[in-house]
């Protein structure tokens, strides 16, 4: 603090007259207003600025919070190989996504589908259950809402019939690899509304299929596949709502 001059100088004269004694009286008095109001200034200030920071702080952590959104999911697969389509769903998307940065992660949820097929005029029925490894990443545009999305699914296959008659597969009959998809929102997309996404994708090799390994890897197995899947209306977890 900033020291007040006294009000009596060690070299002032022995008396004033009565003017200069109404002036310094005066003065005297401001200074001490002064250091009275000054520290309250400093501290009111001291408290509106440590009051914006902590507002600036919330903000920035508002904005930080993942949003939480999930989707009702349903959609289709065409397996190039074997030449059949597979219906997928009904399931569920579970999506979280930064909308400062527009990055996303998802978590998909998907029944078991059955699938039939023919091969060399014989018919074939199997179910193929989707093993998600990871979740899903992707980005959202944050100006045109458009979404792309990878995803690494393990097809893992199951109830294998040729010609109606059970053959055993094992319970660990599955792709060595998981297969990479990649999706991108199509045209009408909206993130509250939902809309399509589709891509293309390899399925790998499969493997611990018993004696059915090298049937499975010559017709399964290969580029082409098409996925598409439709999302629903977006809706927010309870948890998330209730916050």
Request: glycine share 10%.
């Amino acid at each position: 603090m900033r020291r007040t001059p006294s009000a009596f100088p060690a070299d002032a004269p022995a008396a004033l007259p009565r003017s200069g004694r109404s002036a310094r009286r005066a003065s005297v008095a401001a200074a001490l207003a002064l250091g009275c109001v000054a520290p309250v200034l400093v501290t009111g200030t001291a408290q509106a600025d440590t009051a914006h920071a902590g507002t600036t702080q919330a903000d920035t952590g508002a904005a930080a919070t993942p949003v939480r959104l999930d989707y009702p999911l349903n959609g289709t697969t065409h397996l190039s190989g074997p030449g059949s389509d597979l219906t997928l769903g009904p399931g569920t998307l579970k999506t979280s996504a930064d909308l400062t940065t527009g990055e996303l992660t998802a978590e998909t949820r998907l029944p078991d589908a059955p699938g039939s097929f023919k091969a060399l005029g014989i018919p074939i029925t199997v179910t193929t259950e989707f093993i998600e490894e990871e979740p899903t990443t992707g980005t959202l545009d944050l100006k045109t809402g458009a979404v792309a999305t990878t995803s690494h699914l393990t097809l893992r296959l199951k109830n294998l019939k040729v010609a109606g008659i059970p053959t055993p597969v094992g319970p660990r009959c599955k792709t060595r690899t998981p297969a990479v998809i990649d999706l991108k929102s199509e045209e009408g997309f909206n993130v509250f509304a939902g809309g399509k996404l589709s891509g293309t994708y390899t399925i790998p090799k499969f493997e611990h299929c018993l004696l059915a390994t090298p049937v499975i890897n010559s017709m399964v197995p290969g580029e082409g596949n098409t996925l598409t899947l439709t999302l629903g209306k977006a809706t927010q977890p309870p948890a998330t709502a209730a916050r």
